[in-house]
């Protein structure tokens, strides 16, 4: 039986001041989605994957100085450029690529 998932494009953006905790956020992050611009992430997530990001996120920061916010851009079935207005440089979406 093949069951489709539905991903939907998320930013995940974050403000931390201490360098530990923004260095352990940066690289959770990685293992999730692309680095797209200082403190700024696009990835494409399913119901599962955004549950054990924010699972390892909480751990990751101090909750009465930090903060990271999650903007859900819809489902992934739509290149997540056509949900994205910019000005001055074009905005180019990094490719993932799966190593096995």
């Known amino acids: ?13 974050y403000d931390i001041s201490d360098d530990q905790r923004r ?4 690289k959770t992050l990685l293992d999730f989605g692309n680095h797209v611009q ?3 992430f696009v990835c494409e997530l399913d119901r599962r994957e955004v549950v054990k990001l924010q699972t390892r996120l909480r ?7 930090d903060q990271v916010l999650f903007v859900y851009f819809g489902p992934a079935t739509q290149p997540v450029e056509d949900h994205i207005e910019v000005l001055g440089l074009p905005f ?6 799966m190593v096995v």
Request: hydrophobic share 25%; glycine share 4%; net charge positive.
């Open 59 to 65: 751990s990751a920061i101090n909750h009465a100085e």
């Open 23 to 26: 260095t352990r956020v940066y």
């Open 92 to 97: 180019t979406p990094p490719g993932r690529h």
């Open 1 to 13: 039986m093949t069951r489709t998932t539905n991903r939907h494009h998320v930013l995940v953006t």
């Open 38 to 40: 200082y403190s700024v």
